[in-house]
């Protein structure tokens, strides 16, 4: 299966070299190029891309804003976040907005595209531990106080699924809430399919955010 990518950076150089890299790939396809967030949103609703690999700043419309457009129009397509180290207050946001990871931008031709791979795989670029330091780093942006929140999604839940999305939220892979619940680890993956299914989310990350804002977990 060809995974087809939509490129997005205002960088016309940055975008030439990841189209060469991609098409040097038998199992990749770089379908649209875009150089500012509008124009990637247009693309993206007519391309309909596997995987965007978004730039954060650039002018008019900012990647963060043209990754939440995208991921509420289509969501068969998932957003790989362009960030540097310096532009770790987008992390948050970008995960809010729906992105499925982050890659920065000096990171090695195999690890941008084993990147794209895991994320049209539909898996989370961002490990579990990262995730949660980024959300507790930005605890201030998450609410506070107060009764947890009454998300109606959470009555779908079984108490063994809440039990496994809070283990989640606290970072542990699936290995670790196996071990810590003495599930097998095909239960505890059975069980987070039909967790991202019963709360409507894309992947881990998504799991994550939606513990974090309805209170189940609190940052350290």
């Avoid at 419309?61 to 509420?72: F, L, P, S, Y």
């Avoid at 995960?95 to 994320?119: C, D, H, T």
């Avoid at 003495?182 to 505890?188: G, I, P, R």
């Amino acid at each position: 299966m060809t995974i087809r990518v939509l490129l997005v950076d205002d960088e016309p150089l940055l975008r030439m070299a990841f189209t060469m890299v991609l098409r040097a790939q038998p199992d990749m396809e770089p379908v649209g190029e875009a150089g500012d967030g509008a124009e990637a949103v247009r693309l993206a609703q007519r391309l309909r891309p596997d995987v965007v690999l978004m730039d954060v700043r650039m002018p008019g419309v900012d990647g963060i804003e043209a990754t939440r457009r995208i991921t509420r129009n289509g969501r068969q397509t998932r957003v790989l976040i362009l960030t540097t180290f310096d532009l770790d207050e987008y992390a948050f946001a970008g995960l809010k907005a729906g992105a499925s990871g982050f890659l920065l931008k000096n990171a090695l031709p195999e690890e941008l595209l084993a990147a794209i791979r895991s994320v049209a795989a539909g898996d989370a670029v961002v490990s579990p531990r990262i995730t949660r330091r980024l959300l507790e780093n930005f605890a201030h942006q998450l609410p506070t106080g107060g009764a947890p929140a009454s998300d109606e999604r959470l009555r779908r839940l079984t108490p063994r699924e809440r039990e496994v999305l809070v283990e989640v939220a606290r970072g542990l892979s699936n290995t670790e809430i196996a071990a810590g619940l003495h599930l097998a680890e095909a239960t505890v993956k059975t069980h987070l399919g039909r967790i991202l299914l019963k709360l409507e989310l894309r992947d881990r990350v998504q799991a994550v955010v939606f513990a974090y804002e309805n209170r189940l977990i609190r940052p350290a």
